[in-house]
């Protein structure tokens, strides 16, 4: 579980908590300083880090030519880095990490939305937060390297929890409030949305 203090102080503000912390129990670690390292399709074994230092130092010595994910978000190390030397060891604090892992998927999930014509339903939402997680998990969405395109901006209609047994948020003041219906398993849906009328998409 994440801190609700490190949420708050450090997650992208434009992503719900519930959100984050889904977020990160999907692709993230409990470990700030893990490192999965991927070559060719394979996990390579890397030592285990003691420190945020050597934490690096295995990223450095690692990253060209395959992939390193790192920390709390398991970001993708060397996104827009042309040297191995400019990776900082802030990669692996906490609340840095956190920071710079929900603002890319923020992002990420404003490029599924734009896929999907930006819908305002909540309903709409969990297949969307599948979508953007499989897309952090493989780093492509419809062809398209998600780490490296652009923003295209907007906001996402989120909803509290992409998915809770119980029927009753509590709302920020914290009262209660009853959403219209219950959110639903990804299981229980059938096809959800009709693609084809989407316009102009590839």
Known sequence: MLDAALIKECADPSLKPAIVEQFVQAVGSDDPLAIMVKSGGRLILVPKPRTPEEAIEIVRENIGGS???VGLTQIPAGIGVK???ELKV???DPCVNLRMGTA???KILRIV???Y?????EEVFPQLFDDAVHAWRTGKFEGESVFQAEDPG???VQRSAVESDDATEVADDGSAETPDEAPMKPDDAGIRIDLTR???QK
């Open 113 to 115: 939305a734009k896929w």
């Open 198 to 200: 989407i316009g102009g």
């Open 117 to 121: 014509g930006n819908p305002t339903s």
């Open 90 to 92: 802030d990669l692996v």
């Open 83 to 85: 040297d191995a030397s």
């Open 104 to 106: 890319m998927f923020a």
């Open 67 to 69: 992939i390193v994910r």
């Open 154 to 156: 907007g906001t996402v």
